[in-house]
C-alpha cells in the first residue's frame, strides 16, 4: 500500500514538473524589491505555470473570451505572494524600485496600495515580459509573465474595442482614428 502511494505521489509530481506547474515563484524579483524597499518577505503563495500548464488552463477555459485573450502569447507565469510587516515606509522605498533591464510603464498609488507595472521588450520594441508589482496594507505581490506580450495586449483591447466601441488599439500603437 505504501508503495502505491509512493508511486502515485511521484507521478503527480513528476506530471506538475513536466508541465511547469511548481511552487516558487519570481525569486530573483522577491530579492530585488526586498532588497530595495528592506523587506523581510515570507512567502505564503509561489507557483510558476510554465507552457503545458498554462495549454491545459486554455483548454479549460473553453470559449471565455476575455479569460483566453489575456493567456494569448504567454509561455510562462510566475507569482509571489508575501507577507509584509510595515506598510508605510515600505510604500515609499517601493516607488524608488528599479528593475535591470525593465522599464516602469505605470504606476499607481491610492491610501491603500501601491501597483507598479514593468516591461521589458527586445530589440523590435515588442513587449516580451511583463511584472507587475502590488503592495497593500499586508501583502506584496509580484507577477512576472514571459511572451509575446503585445500579442496578448492587443487581444485584450480588441475585445474591449469590441465591447465599447473605442479604438484602443488603434490609440496605443499611435494610428488615431
Same mark, same amino acid.
Given at each position: ?31 530585488? %524589491? ?18 503545458? &500548464? ?27 505572494? *508575501?507577507? %509584509? ?32 507595472? *514593468? ?21 506584496? %505581490? ?25 479604438? *484602443?488599439?488603434?490609440?496605443? &500603437?499611435?494610428?488615431?482614428?
Amino acid at each position: 500500500m505504501h508503495r502505491r502511494a509512493f508511486l502515485a505521489l511521484l507521478l503527480v509530481t513528476s506530471l506538475l514538473a513536466a508541465s511547469g506547474c511548481m511552487i516558487g515563484g519570481p525569486t530573483d524579483l522577491r530579492r530585488e %524589491v526586498a532588497s530595495a524597499a528592506d523587506l523581510d518577505l515570507d512567502r505564503e503563495i509561489g507557483l510558476d505555470l510554465g507552457f503545458l &500548464s498554462l495549454g491545459i488552463a486554455r483548454l479549460a477555459l473553453g470559449d471565455e473570451p476575455e479569460a483566453r485573450a489575456a493567456l494569448h502569447g504567454v509561455r510562462k507565469v510566475e507569482v509571489g505572494v *508575501y507577507t %509584509v510587516e510595515r506598510f508605510g515606509s515600505t510604500r515609499s522605498e517601493l516607488d524608488r524600485l528599479s528593475l535591470p533591464n525593465y522599464i516602469r510603464m505605470i504606476r499607481t498609488r491610492d491610501e491603500d496600495s501601491t501597483v507598479q507595472v *514593468y516591461g521589458r521588450f527586445d530589440d523590435k520594441q515588442r513587449l516580451r515580459r511583463l511584472v507587475v508589482v502590488e503592495l497593500d496594507q499586508d501583502e506584496l %505581490v509580484i507577477v512576472r509573465m514571459k511572451g509575446r506580450l503585445d500579442q496578448m495586449l492587443e487581444r485584450v483591447l480588441d475585445l474591449e474595442e469590441a465591447r465599447s466601441g473605442r479604438g *484602443y488599439a488603434k490609440e496605443l &500603437s499611435g494610428a488615431h482614428s
